[in-house]
Nanobody
Framework: QVQLVESGGGLVQPGGSLRLSCATSGFTFGSYAMNWYRQAPGKDRELVATINSAGVDIKYKDSVKGRFTISRDNAKNTVHLQMTSLKPEDTAVYYC?????????????WGQGTQVTVSS
């Protein structure tokens, strides 16, 4: 059974930091690219950060570059998102995603999400 369980969300003041974690099981973690998405109320879900299976190809949404850091631990089947200098516009539900693309199919697994609220 595939499981992705996010943790680490919460309420933080502007300028603060949070570290999100996603613990996974039930699939070959080391073969999957891992992504963090977020969805704010009334808005579409958007990709925030992505890290490839080897952990060497990393990309960020422009608005979080220099503030967020994605990392993965293939030995522990976990992925993290370190968020610093948080802004109110970072408020959203953050979702962990595992993606495996091949020439014949794409597999996607999702976590249940964790709420991040940035407010004074």
């Amino acid at each position: 059974q595939v499981q992705l369980v996010e943790s680490g969300g919460g309420l933080v003041q502007p300028g603060g930091s949070l570290r999100l974690s996603c613990a996974t099981s039930g699939f070959t973690f080391g073969s999957y690219a891992m992504n963090w998405y977020r969805q704010a109320p009334g808005k579409d879900r958007e990709l925030v950060a992505t890290i490839n299976s080897a952990g060497v190809d990393i990309k960020y949404k422009d608005s979080v570059k220099g503030r967020f850091t994605i990392s993965r631990d293939n030995a522990k089947n976990t992925v993290h998102l370190q968020m610093t200098s948080l802004k109110p516009e970072d408020t959203a539900v953050y979702y962990c995603n595992a993606k495996l693309e091949s020439w014949i199919s794409t597999r996607n697994y999702w976590g249940q999400g964790t709420q991040v609220t940035v407010s004074s």
